[in-house]
Nanobody, 123 residues
Framework: QVQLVESGGGLVQPGGSLRLSCAASGFTSDYYAIGWFRQAPGKEREGVSCISSSDGSTYYADSVKGRFTISRENAKNTVYLQINSPKPEDTAVYYC????????????????WGQGTQVTVSS
């Protein structure tokens, strides 16, 4: 019953910004974590950021620290990923995921996924 829907992707220039949204529904617990992952063609899916629904702790991959910010609504039904100072290597399909797992686990540990939204960074 858990459903996730991403939106907000598109074409962005270096020096620009973009905000991705993940609308979630059907949670049966207040303790689901929400993670953002990305995958470029031919490459492994990688974790980008994560937020814990239990205490609000946030985590970031080293490659995006200082540039990306994850946040959530108080109702815990929408999570955002703010992308600032994007780089060409940020180009990928971005997915949000949810599960009763701790932040930091790889993508194979996450059970619920959105459909993905394309982010392309180009001048």
């Amino acid at each position: 019953q858990v459903q996730l829907v991403e939106s907000g992707g598109g074409l962005v220039q270096p020096g620009g910004s973009l905000r991705l949204s993940c609308a979630a529904s059907g949670f049966t617990s207040d303790y689901y974590a929400i993670g953002w992952f990305r995958q470029a063609p031919g490459k492994e899916r990688e974790g980008v950021s994560c937020i814990s629904s239990s205490d609000g702790s946030t985590y970031y991959a080293d490659s995006v620290k200082g540039r990306f910010t994850i946040s959530r609504e108080n109702a815990k039904n929408t999570v955002y990923l703010q992308i600032n100072s994007p780089k060409p290597e940020d180009t990928a399909v971005y997915y949000c995921a949810a599960d009763l797992v701790p932040c930091g686990l790889g993508y194979l540990s996450w059970g619920f996924w959105g459909q993905g939204t394309q982010v392309t960074v180009s001048s």
